[in-house]
């Protein structure tokens, strides 16, 4: 029979399941905002409720340390899932700036970069894999998260790239540059998958490598 702290870290898991899925979803509407769809609200719905689960898991990890006083792997496992709902909370800050661009982009009736779409999609992949690491403490799956990261990176790249080469044709500067920062932003995901997944790798190995995509700011 399964015990309370047992059970309570079976909660943990159900809600960090729960805080990923409202991240994919916010990636998605926030794709979905800059390809004119009337979803802007949705994100900022979504991204309240990320805010709201991130509260929540907190005051969940909390009472499993104040109440259970966990050791060893359990102890690794709650200090990592604090961890990575704070970039889960910054992931949909990131969407809600994408939708905040997007408004602009729409009025100039842009064409979009397949490859932001591209992008968005690569990150939804790496946050869904990087939680499902956590929940069955899948060592190869998160380390396939972070390697994966090189693909968004290069993405980012190309669409730096194409567009330069739209701006110097005939696409309006400030356009461009709303779309850049839509890519970056999408960039920036990505390297908050990284971040989830390298605290997957910590809470299963107890060693947390030297993380150079932390980043300071949202």
Known sequence: MATRFQRQL??????????????????????????????IRDVFDTDKEIDAKEREIENLCM????????VAGDLRQISA???????????????????????????NNIEIPKLISQMADMTVKMVSESIDAFVKADLALCRQVI??????????N????????????NLDTKAGLDL??????????????????????YSITGVHRNNEHQMGGK
Request: a negative charge; aromatic letters at 4%; one cysteine or more.
């Open 10 to 39: 079976e909660e943990l898991h159900v809600q960090m399941i729960t805080m990923g899925s409202l991240c994919e979803k916010v990636i998605g509407l926030s794709t979905r905002a800059i390809q004119g769809e009337n979803c």
């Open 63 to 70: 009472r499993l340390l104040l109440h259970q006083q966990p």
């Open 81 to 107: 899932a604090l961890k990575m709902i704070s970039d889960m909370e910054r992931i949909g800050d990131q969407a809600a700036d994408i939708a905040d661009l997007s408004k602009f982009i729409e009025d």
């Open 147 to 156: 390697d994966n990261d090189d693909k968004v990176d290069d993405a980012f």
């Open 158 to 169: 190309q669409v730096k790239e194409e567009l330069a080469q739209m701006m110097y044709q």
């Open 180 to 201: 850049l920062m839509t890519a970056k932003y999408m960039e920036r995901i990505g390297d908050h998958a990284v971040n989830i997944a390298e605290w997957v790798e």
